[in-house]
């Protein structure tokens, strides 16, 4: 770029300022974006084209600052003056002493990660014994040892909870349907 780095910035902050509190509103996130913008510029600056249409290429920049700010926003946690305290029904954390995750949590070491990853996490027996040492075998004799554990503590057959009961089924549950 032919135009000094500080030019551009007093010629076009105004209108990148604009695009920044336009999508965000007036206030530090607005601020935040406009310096992201120049941030992203004068690391670009040396390889921009001499000629191009330097405040459209800034309020291109800006507006994609500026929805990055959104999405971190959307993404954060919500501040809240008290946290809700309703136990869950179906052996999620919080349910208590007896729930799911605090059984499985008294499992030994090597159960306990072979249950989680292979029936919790829907992990095939290979992929866990990659995560926690040794082999296919032994992370397949792990996993029915703490399956067969949870069945015991939690009595799966005498009225256990729906989620509960599933997840002391032979097929693991994951995001790609059951495997082994």
Known sequence: MTEPFEQAVQRHGATVLRVCR?????????????QE?????LRQWPDLAPGMNLEAWLVRVAGRKAIDVLR??????????????????????????????SV???????????????????????ETAALIGGSVEAVRRASSDGIRALRGIL?????????????LTAEPRGPRGPRR
């Open 22 to 34: 336009a999508v965000l509103g007036p206030g530090p996130d607005a601020d935040d974006a406009w």
């Open 37 to 41: 913008t120049f941030l992203t510029a």
């Open 104 to 126: 499985v949590a008294s499992l030994p070491e090597r159960q306990r990660l072979a249950v989680a990853y292979h029936y919790l996490g829907g992990l095939p027996h290979a």
């Open 72 to 101: 971190a926003r959307s993404r954060g946690a919500v501040p809240m003056e008290t946290l809700p305290e309703r136990p869950a029904p179906d052996g999620v954390p919080g349910n208590g002493a007896d729930g799911l995750w």
């Open 155 to 167: 009595g799966a057959d005498e009225g256990t909870p729906d989620h509960t009961a599933s997840v």
